[in-house]
Every structure is written in structure tokens, then in C-alpha cells.
């Protein structure tokens, strides 16, 4: 759905809402006053997205949670779409901004790696928005000026510290979309993924012949009993952190180039 994409609305009224521009009335008409803010919309809008998912915000849902009409709320946001962006503009203004122990570059690009998934895990229809192009709004901005800043210093190039923290970001989201299908799996289904290969373990058993897939059956045996099925978002974001970072640091050590 085009709504359900950042920067799927009109780019000037868009960032007009985000940063707080006024539009200009059509003359000879008066808007009415304005009794709820942006963060108050977004915050409505957030939580029923929290409680039913995306697909659940809708201009009419919104207005009638905040005692409007459909046509009034029209007023305070352009559509759906920018009002989309004002939600995620909004939880990245307020995302907490951890501060590490250790300054290292290691504990800061931690530090920016949880934060992200506390924001996915708080807010799980995040993880679903494709945001290659966001606008870029004042919460966007400031939750970049930090990210950027766990990796100042480091001696990358502005080029290669963008696309260090791309690198790092993506390893976030990708665990925190799999998370996502997760729980989707278990309220679909009413079965936790242990149940789901419990309750299948004996039709696994007659079409699966373990000569054929040796290794596979191995391996897949050790994985789903460490881990409680054939896929784990927390096992995955452990595992994988670390080593995002070991090819950061080969990155960072490398000679300069002559």
C-alpha cells in the first residue's frame, strides 16, 4: 500500500508538517483553531498502530479517537501518508539515546544498534515501512547527528561512515522484521514456534529421509533445539551484532590508502 511508505505523500506539505511551517489559508477563508498538535495526533495515531497495526490508522480511526471529524482532522495533516511520516518523525525525536560505559566505537555502535531495536520491539510496525527515501524531518536528523556520531573519529571517510551505518542499521532492521514475523506466526496460529514444530514433528518425520539431507538434518536438529525452532530473531541479533562489528573494525584498521 502506498500510504504504508515513507514519503509516500506530497514533499512539501510534508515537510512543512514536520517542521512546524505554517500554510498559508486560501483567501478569504479562516482555518479553525487548532486545538490538537501534531505530537498529540502522532501520538494517537502511534498507539493505535501499536495495539492493531498499521493498516488499522486511518484518517477516520484517528479523528473519531480525537473526538473530530474525518473533514476537521484534514485541517491538522495533509493524508495518510504524511501523517505516516509525522508518526515515525515523532518516535525518532523521542527514541531514547543510550550513553555507554566504555567511548570505545564498538560500546557507541551498541549502544545505536539497541536502541533501533528497542524502537522495533516498542513499536513493530516500524520494522515494516520501507524508508528508503525519508524526509528528512528534525526527529530523523537528530536520531542521524547520533548515529553518525557512534562512528566519528574512527578515521572513515563521510562516504564510508554513511554506509557503516547503513551496514549497521539493516543488520536491525532485518532481525527486528523477523521478530515482527514472529509474533505475527504465534497470534496466527495461537501456537509459539516450539508448539508449531511439536505439533508437526511426526509428518516432518514421514516426508523428511535424513540420508538424503545429512547435513541438513543435523544441523537444523542442533539449531532448532538450541534456539526453539528453525528461526530466532533474539539468537539472530546476538550472533550477528558481533560480527557486523568485526567487519566494521577490518574496516576501520585498514592502512589509508596511498
Excluded at 99 to 110: I, L
Excluded at 151 to 164: I, K, N
Amino acid at each position: 500500500m502506498a500510504s504504508n511508505r515513507s514519503s509516500a505523500g506530497d514533499p512539501a506539505q510534508t515537510l512543512a508538517l514536520l517542521w512546524g511551517v505554517p500554510t498559508a489559508a486560501p483567501r478569504g477563508r479562516r482555518g479553525p483553531r487548532q486545538a490538537h498538535s501534531p505530537a498529540e495526533i502522532a501520538a494517537t495515531a502511534t498507539r493505535i498502530a501499536d495495539a492493531e497495526g498499521l493498516d488499522a490508522v486511518t484518517m477516520r480511526r484517528v479523528a473519531q479517537e480525537l473526538g473530530l471529524s474525518a473533514m476537521a482532522l484534514y485541517t491538522y495533516v495533509p493524508g495518510k501518508a504524511e501523517l505516516l511520516d509525522l508518526m515515525l518523525d515523532t518516535l525518532y525525536a523521542a527514541m531514547p539515546r543510550s550513553t555507554p560505559a566504555d567511548q570505545g566505537w564498538r560500546a557507541r555502535a551498541t549502544a545505536v544498534a539497541d536502541d533501533n531495536r528497542a524502537l522495533h520491539a516498542a513499536h513493530p510496525w516500524t520494522a515494516t515501512v520501507p524508508t528508503t527515501r525519508p524526509p528528512l524531518g528534525p526527529g530523523l536528523m537528530a536520531k542521524y547527528e547520533y548515529e553518525l556520531r557512534a562512528l566519528e573519529g574512527t578515521g572513515l571517510d563521510d562516504v564510508r561512515l554513511d554506509a557503516a551505518l547503513t551496514h549497521l542499521l539493516g543488520f536491525v532492521h532485518t532481525c527486528a522484521r523477523m521478530a515482527a514475523d514472529e509474533r505475527a506466526a504465534q497470534q496466527d496460529s495461537a501456537m509459539s514456534d516450539t508448539q508449531w514444530w511439536e505439533a508437526n514433528a511426526d509428518l516432518l518425520a514421514r516426508v523428511l529421509d535424513p540420508a538424503r539431507y545429512p547435513v541438513a538434518t543435523r544441523v537444523g536438529t542442533a539449531a532448532g533445539q538450541s534456539q526453539g525452532g528453525a528461526y530466532n530473531a533474539a539468537h539472530a541479533y546476538e550472533f550477528g551484532l558481533p560480527r557486523i562489528l568485526d567487519g566494521l573494525a577490518a574496516l576501520i584498521d585498514q592502512p589509508p590508502a596511498r
